[in-house]
């Protein structure tokens, strides 16, 4: 049994706790109305049910959650496709997996969906704090595995809680306890680039106890990549991205909230996860030969080519490429004009839902970026 009790302000619900968590939630007075949204032909006390059922964290996420999820999906996807899953496989115990990020809560819950379909654990999943906003969503995220990023601290705070962190995921993932999963960077990606942060790498080395090399090998890092035909939010990315060149961005309360029901609720197309292949030990024997910061910048290098590759393309994207370059480059090969001539529709249909004091050509640019540069990145 893997000791927890020096993190108990950052570790997910036991099993216990989960129970008695989803018990509450069954009683809040939102659940119907959140019930009959998931499952709209069923009665309004149906996720009550279910919640009250639940006698596990697995339970609960193999059964209600992989539900959600499908439901969802089929009424906001044009479906959800996975590859690389035996990439698994090839490492010998947990992993931790790094991915892009583009939606606060579909990001976790689609990988975690993609694993449980092909056969493997349910990872535990790193989460910022600023997202549990109330006690509702404290329980659910929790009770879905959630480890607690702590966000909003001072400098020196937010260097212990790291070395806290790095410790619970070393622990967990050596221990064999359960496999992790964290975001490539602080906060989703907002203008459709995906890049690694060199502290996220220093974090999972704070906690090593051996050499560079050794810190990095013991904790089997997968990359994964997941894209959305329709960007989640991107009318939302767009405004703050705006609003961003004039002063610092200042989100309103609940504007979390907002943002995770407006990516569950939205259309988004397509979508694919694809996992790469695994840090091997010769990538991380190379960087480790370089000096100082050389060596995050080396295994950072790694991870974003791995991600990138891992990118699907959808139409959208070729087309906010053009539109942004103002070509016609891809037209023809990749999209056919009556695509183009919806995508604008779309484009000015999301765009007009914002206040009517921004500027509209500049949130169109801002926009197209959004789509268009996964193009170039990749």
């Not at 790193?126 to 595995?145: H, T």
């Amino acid at each position: 049994m893997v000791d927890l009790s020096e993190f108990e302000d950052i570790r997910p619900y036991s099993d216990e706790e989960a129970v008695e968590a989803l018990q509450r939630v069954s009683r809040h007075p939102a659940l119907p109305t959140i019930s009959k949204y998931l499952f709209p032909k069923q009665k309004g006390d149906v996720l009550a049910g279910m919640l009250r059922q639940v006698k596990s964290i697995d339970e609960f996420q193999k059964v209600v959650m992989v539900g959600v999820i499908s439901g969802v999906l089929a009424r906001t996807s044009e479906g959800y496709t996975f590859d690389g899953m035996s990439n698994l496989s090839k490492v010998n115990g947990k992993i931790l997996a790094v991915s892009n990020h583009r939606d606060i809560v579909l990001d976790p819950a689609l990988i975690l969906y993609a694993m449980n379909a092909s056969g493997y654990p349910m990872a535990e999943l790193c989460v910022g704090s600023n997202l549990l906003s109330n006690k509702l969503i404290e329980d659910l995220m929790k009770s879905n595995r959630m480890i607690k990023v702590i966000r909003g601290i001072s400098a020196r705070q937010m260097y212990l809680n790291s070395q806290t962190l790095s410790k619970y995921i070393r622990l967990s993932i050596t221990s064999g306890k359960a496999s992790i999963w964290i975001a490539q960077k602080e906060g989703r990606s907002k203008n459709g680039i995906d890049k690694t942060e060199q502290g996220l790498l220093k974090m999972f080395d704070m906690s090593g106890e051996g050499t560079f090399e050794e810190n990095f090998k013991e904790l089997n890092i997968v990359p994964m990549s997941i894209s959305y035909e329709y960007e989640p939010c991107d009318s939302r990315k767009a405004r703050e991205l705006l609003l961003s060149r004039e002063a610092p961005y200042v989100k309103k309360k609940n504007e979390d909230l907002h943002s995770i029901l407006t990516g569950i609720g939205q259309q988004k197309g397509h979508i694919h996860l694809s996992v790469g292949e695994p840090l091997s030990a010769t990538e991380i024997a190379e960087a480790a030969k370089q000096s100082g910061n050389d060596r995050y910048q080396e295994l950072r290098g790694i991870l974003d080519r791995r991600i990138h590759a891992g990118y699907k393309l959808w139409k959208t994207n070729y087309m906010g490429y053009d539109l942004m370059h103002g070509t016609k480059e891809f037209l023809g090969e990749k999209y056919l004009p009556e695509d183009l001539k919806q995508f604008k529709a779309y484009t000015e249909h999301k765009l007009a839902k914002l206040e009517r004091k921004l500027d509209r050509n500049e949130l169109r640019d801002i926009f197209w970026h959004i789509y268009g540069n996964p193009v170039e990145q990749i």
